[in-house]
């Protein structure tokens, strides 16, 4: 199972940007999916998440201004971020908890991260 995130990129304060994390390989069944990022200097901390049937769940400090969303026909998330601020800057990775053959237990995969940066 692969993850590619796309979609990142420089942007201004005020800006909007909307990721991508698309989902290729041996993939049974998709169940949560989440982005989350990694500022330099610091840990990594999770910014969203979205059940298989759409329940949706994000940190604080991005509430009302992402959105989270997904495509399962497409085995495909989206994170659109609006509003930016400088402190988004981050590298922004997806994850899956994906069963790759029924029975077999599913496991959590990220993708490689890609690049935000919010400055004028």
């Known amino acids: 199972v692969q993850l590619q995130a796309s979609g990142g990129g420089l942007v201004q304060p005020g800006g909007s940007l909307r990721l991508s994390c698309a989902a290729s390989?041996?993939?049974?069944?998709?169940?949560?999916m989440a982005w989350y990022r990694q500022a330099p200097g610091k840990q990594r901390e999770l910014v969203a998440t979205?059940?298989?049937?759409?329940?949706?769940n994000y940190a604080d400090s991005v509430k009302g201004r992402f959105t989270i969303s997904r495509d399962n026909a497409k085995k495909t998330a989206y994170l659109q971020m609006n509003s930016l601020k400088p402190e988004d800057t981050a590298i922004y990775y997806c994850?899956?908890?994906?069963?790759?053959?029924?029975?077999?237990?599913?496991?959590?995969?990220w993708g490689q991260g890609t690049l935000v940066t919010v400055s004028s």
């Open positions: 994850n899956a908890e994906v069963r790759e053959r029924i029975y077999v237990r599913p496991r959590d995969y």
């Open positions: 979205i059940t298989s049937g759409g329940g949706t």
């Open positions: 390989g041996s993939i049974f069944t998709i169940y949560t």
